[in-house]
T-cell receptor
Framework: SAVISQKPSRDICQRGTSLTIQCQVD?????MFWYRQQPGQSLTLIAT?????????ESGFVIDKFPISRPNLTFSTLTVSNMSPEDSSIYLC????????????FGPGTRLTVL | GNSVTQMEGPVTLSEEAFLTINCTYT??????LFWYVQYPGEGLQLLLK?????DKGSNKGFEATYRKETTSFHLEKGSVQVSDSAVYFC?????????????FGAGTQVVVTP
């Protein structure tokens, strides 16, 4: 497995502001993903974070709203821009470890509340 | 497209009862199947997995068997504890055209009472 950390663990933000969430992994990974978990719901994939290039977004998510960076193999950031109360969710990063095994490991999540 | 259907919760049980959470899937090809658990206030943890038909995944007393003929991956535990109270997610992953992408079910909340 791997140790995956996310910062911040939680935050309360004002409408119209932006928040950047960091994800750091202690092992080599091949893939990194960002998910959103709205209150009481399942996980929805936002995007695949690609090292050194633009992220690949799922339907319904756009780069202007959720810019993502991945400057190296073990670190990625997700920014939630121009926030509204509808963005209140848990945001999770996940990774697939180098070695080819098709498993995803999740970070502890960032609980975001937008007022 | 791919989809995962889980039984709705909450499922409320007494300690030492038998737990079953149904999960069925729709996918082309041969996906890998997973169960994840989310304890209150925490992230998701991989509970068990199976990568091919008739495989049985097991961990912490939980078991699930990959049934291709019924496209199912039901989770079972013979004797639950209060500490098993959590939300359980069934998921599938394709390994071909959408490698690494997971499709999650809606989650089933399990509440175990003393």
């Amino acid at each position: 497995s791997a140790v995956i950390s996310q910062k911040p663990s939680r935050d309360i933000c004002q409408r119209g502001t932006s928040l950047t969430i960091q994800c750091q992994v202690d092992s080599q990974v091949t893939m990194m993903f960002w998910y959103r978990q709205q209150p009481g719901q399942s996980l929805t994939l936002i995007a695949t974070a690609n090292q050194g290039s633009e992220a690949t977004y799922e339907s319904g998510f756009v780069i202007d709203k959720f810019p993502i960076s991945r400057p190296n193999l073990t670190f990625s950031t997700l920014t939630v821009s121009n926030m509204s109360p509808e963005d209140s969710s848990i945001y999770l990063c996940s990774v697939v470890l180098a070695g080819g095994r098709n498993e995803q490991f999740f970070g502890p999540g960032t609980r975001l509340t937008v007022l | 497209g791919n989809s995962v259907t889980q039984m709705e919760g909450p499922v409320t049980l007494s300690e030492e009862a038998f737990l079953t959470i149904n999960c069925t899937y729709t996918a082309t090809g041969y996906p890998s199947l997973f169960w994840y658990v989310q304890y209150p206030g925490e992230g998701l943890q991989l509970l068990l997995k199976a990568t091919k038909a008739d495989d049985k995944g097991s961990n912490k007393g939980f078991e699930a068997t990959y049934r291709k003929e019924t496209t199912s991956f039901h989770l079972e535990k013979g004797s639950v504890q209060v500490s098993d109270s959590a939300v359980y997610f069934c998921a599938l992953s394709r390994t071909t055209d959408s490698w690494g992408k997971f499709q999650f079910g809606a989650g089933t909340q399990v509440v175990v009472t003393p």
